[in-house]
């Protein structure tokens, strides 16, 4: 696996599931979390709708329990039909109560007076009853005050336990509302803010896969290029060296092969000159100058020789440009160029160019090979007209 295919595994695998776990699982202990708060809540909540209904309903008993005992001692009416049982019932549902406040100071007193109330109130009202039934006559210990405590007192105390009961019931159903509406949004704004987050996230992801492939795209073409870059180089140099091995004289292939240089590298106008043996270029083929140009035929004195050495743009040298140019005529090229060309043994010559743009990569690449291809082809082709021509030169 190539590095950047590991790097996009990566980042995709930790954008699209690391990062989407992470949130859901922070999510879902905020749910978690809120769902317990509620459920406790709810909890507390009954327990306070339980107290509302269990004090309303003992005072509502004690209301009626008190005016039937009441009017069994003064009129003497039907005898009360409640037990010892009964009155040990309301006992005890007064003990639990008192329990389901525990866990509120304020209610737990008013539980313990409310039980403490009815416990003297029962106190006096039992024997009372039992000297009723007993068939003496209670009313006048009832007129001089000696008769049962009032439950008033009892019974507001289980009035007051119940209205805390129901503001604790209320105070809870609103947190509670507060803690869902707040979870919701939350969860709105969270599952929001996720989405905006993959939105960027694929934006960032689709743009590093456009870099990735348009990479992928110049690497495939650059290595193309360079695959049809050699595939021209190798069949110029072939068309050369078929090209001095087809003819039996130099003048013959002079021109042919400005033709096909000129070809290869888009020259505008161009000229070949050959070594002489006096240390002299002559000039033996021109292309694209003017026809009076043709009666220079030989290089610059002392520029030869530098230009055999090394390639030279002559646009840098103004002595050696100006007349070269004005051969072309009206149509002044932006760079000249003298390519010298080897041989084994040598300079062999130089091809001299011009060209309206400067040469890109491809065509100074080409012109790299032309100057030995060439040089070795002039050589091979002057020593075959000497008659001393080596076998394996003709054709390289």
């Not at 039980?115 to 009202?125: F, G, K, Q, V, Y």
């Not at 039996?248 to 505008?268: I, R, S």
């Amino acid at each position: 696996m190539t590095k950047a295919a590991y790097t996009f595994v990566n980042t995709t695998f930790r954008n699209l599931i690391v990062l989407p776990l992470l949130v859901a699982s922070v999510a879902l202990c905020c749910v978690m979390a809120v769902a317990g708060y509620l459920y406790f809540s709810l909890v507390v909540v009954g327990q306070a709708t339980e107290v509302a209904r269990l004090s309303t309903n003992i005072s509502v008993h004690v209301y009626h329990l008190d005016n039937i005992e009441r009017d069994y001692l003064i009129t003497g009416g039907p005898a009360p039909l409640q037990d010892a049982s009964e009155i040990q019932r309301t006992a005890g549902k007064l003990r639990a109560l008192r329990d389901l406040v525990r866990a509120d100071a304020d209610q737990v007193a008013r539980a313990n007076n409310v039980l403490n109330a009815w416990t003297h109130w029962r106190s006096e009202m039992d024997p009372l009853l039992a000297q009723r039934r007993n068939g003496f006559d209670v009313v006048p210990m009832l007129q001089r005050g000696g008769g049962p405590t009032s439950v008033v007192a009892l019974a507001s105390d289980l009035a007051a336990i119940a209205s805390r009961a129901r503001e604790q019931r209320a105070d809870n159903y609103s947190r509670m509302g507060i803690t869902i509406a707040a979870l919701l949004g939350s969860l709105t704004l969270g599952f929001a803010g996720l989405a905006v987050l993959f939105v960027l996230r694929g934006r960032q992801q689709i743009s590093y896969l456009a870099r990735v492939k348009a990479q992928a795209d110049e690497t495939r073409a650059a290595q193309s290029g360079e695959l049809t870059l050699q595939d021209r180089i190798a069949e110029a140099q072939g068309r050369i060296a078929h090209l001095f091995a087809d003819s039996d004289n130099f003048k013959g292939v002079a021109h042919p092969l400005l033709d096909l240089v000129a070809q290869w590298t888009g020259a505008l106008a161009g000229a070949l000159y050959v070594a002489t043996e006096h240390a002299r270029y002559r000039r033996v083929a021109t292309f694209g100058t003017q026809a009076g140009a043709v009666a220079t035929s030989s290089y610059p004195t002392g520029y030869a020789a530098r230009t055999a050495a090394r390639p030279n743009w002559l646009c840098d040298d103004t002595q050696e440009y100006v007349p070269l140019a004005a051969m072309l005529g009206e149509d002044t090229p932006a760079s000249i160029i003298a390519l010298p060309l080897r041989g084994t043994s040598g300079p062999t010559g130089v091809l001299e160019l011009a060209f309206i743009d400067p040469p890109d990569a491809a065509a100074a690449a080409m012109l790299d090979q032309i100057q030995y291809s060439v040089g070795h082809a002039i050589e091979a082709c002057l020593l075959r007209e000497r008659g001393n021509e080596p076998p394996t030169l003709a054709l390289q």
